[in-house]
């Protein structure tokens, strides 16, 4: 497809367990974004990949998360001994350029739900 | 740093009227302003941005923003609401400098026939 593909949709994990969600960004797209939507939070910001520069980690909240981008394009995060406060939406996002300055534009993928029981 | 503020989580507007979500910023540096939308099970798309020039920016579906310096704001408007309108709106603020969009926590536009 054309857009940002978010897998899986959905994850129902128990406490404790790793999860790892992927993103496949627009073909052509050097940067890369997560973020991650909780109810009445809005979109927290996580990681950012642009090109081959150092990521900028300056969101992730704690070191049971991590995320790595292969070859420039698919990313996954992974969340290690899940906690239930983990629960929320993670939203992959891609753009042109370095920043929302190039095209002022992120496109987002629909994210993925993850539940932790 | 930078945040940005919405007050209030819902705003609800009968077919017709005018819609009109807030949006105030903070950033100690000239922002660069967006508004995004997020329909229904959707991922979110970009309805308009503010870089620099023109302060009265238009976008998609009739949605237009005013960025007044004096205010920090940066408000969400549209003259007449359509059913259609109903979703998640997020203002949302960066610079020069940072590479990530800081956003708000949302506003969830409703309209009634």
């Known amino acids: 497809g054309a857009g940002v593909s978010q897998s899986p949709s959905n994850k129902v994990t128990e406490k404790g367990k790793d999860v790892e969600l992927r993103c496949d960004p627009i073909?052509?797209?050097?940067?890369l974004y997560w973020y991650r939507q909780s109810l009445g939070q809005g979109l927290e910001f996580l990681i950012y990949f642009q090109g081959n520069s150092a990521p900028d980690k300056s969101g992730l909240p704690s070191d049971r998360f991590s995320a790595e981008r292969t070859g420039g394009s698919v990313s996954t995060l992974t969340i290690q001994r899940t906690q239930q406060e983990d629960s929320a939406v993670y939203l992959c996002?891609?753009?042109?350029?370095?920043?929302?300055?190039?095209?002022?534009?992120?496109?987002f993928g629909e994210g993925s739900r993850l539940t932790v029981l | 740093a930078q945040s940005v503020t919405q007050l209030g989580s819902h705003v609800s507007v009968s077919e017709g009227a005018l819609v009109l979500l807030r949006c105030n910023y903070s950033?100690?540096?000239?922002?660069?302003l967006f508004w995004y939308v997020q329909y229904p099970n959707q991922g979110l798309q970009l309805l308009l941005k503010y870089t620099t020039g023109a302060t009265l920016v238009k976008g998609i579906n009739g949605f237009e923003a005013e960025f007044k310096k004096s205010e920090t704001s940066f408000h969400l408007t549209k003259p007449s609401a359509h059913m259609s309108d109903a979703a998640e709106y997020f203002c949302a603020v960066s610079d020069l400098r940072q590479s990530k969009l800081t956003f708000g926590k949302g506003i969830t536009l409703s309209v009634r026939p």
């Open positions: 996002a891609s753009s042109f350029a370095r920043g929302p300055m190039g095209t002022g534009e992120l496109f």
């Open positions: 073909s052509g797209h050097t940067a």
């Open positions: 950033s100690s540096v000239p922002p660069y």
